[in-house]
């Protein structure tokens, strides 16, 4: 922070998901609890056990597997925090395919296929030896 002279007392505290973080502005409601939006679909879908995968398809596609109390680190997966009290951390691996779901909308656009993901289901099946598809409508993603 010094190298770019920000001073901490601007930068917001580091709170677990679940805190009193206050109220809503203009409203007595309480806010109880911040998350980003792949571990919020946890608790959306509630595919907390360690048993279970999530795989979530928005702009991106991501596959969550909650871990529990244990902190994994793998070389190519996101350790993540999926769930934090004062009092205890649940961790999640997380699988990153930037800008999936994007590619996906813009190959049914510009190809014109209206079924796409029942061809691409297909596809799977048939096509031993698919094309590359470089997928680089947002960038190619970090280091690239």
């Known amino acids: 922070m010094q190298l770019f002279g920000i001073p901490q007392s601007i930068l917001p505290l580091c709170c677990p998901i679940c805190h009193e973080y206050g109220h809503l502005t203009g409203y ?69 395919v930037n800008n999936a779901g994007s590619a996906l909308d813009w190959a049914r656009a510009n190809w014109h296929i209206t079924d796409l993901y029942s061809q691409l289901e297909q596809g799977l099946i048939v096509i031993h030896d698919p094309p590359l598809f470089l997928n680089s409508i947002s960038g190619l993603g970090s280091p690239w």
């Open 28 to 96: 007595s409601i309480p806010l109880m609890a911040v998350n980003g939006d792949q571990t919020a679909a946890l608790f959306a879908t509630t595919a907390f056990a360690e048993s279970r995968i999530l795989i979530n398809i928005g702009t991106g596609a991501f596959i969550l597997q909650p871990t529990g109390q244990m902190l994994y680190r793998h070389p190519r997966l996101l350790s993540g925090i999926a769930d934090s009290a004062a009092e205890q951390t649940g961790y999640t691996l997380e699988g990153t």
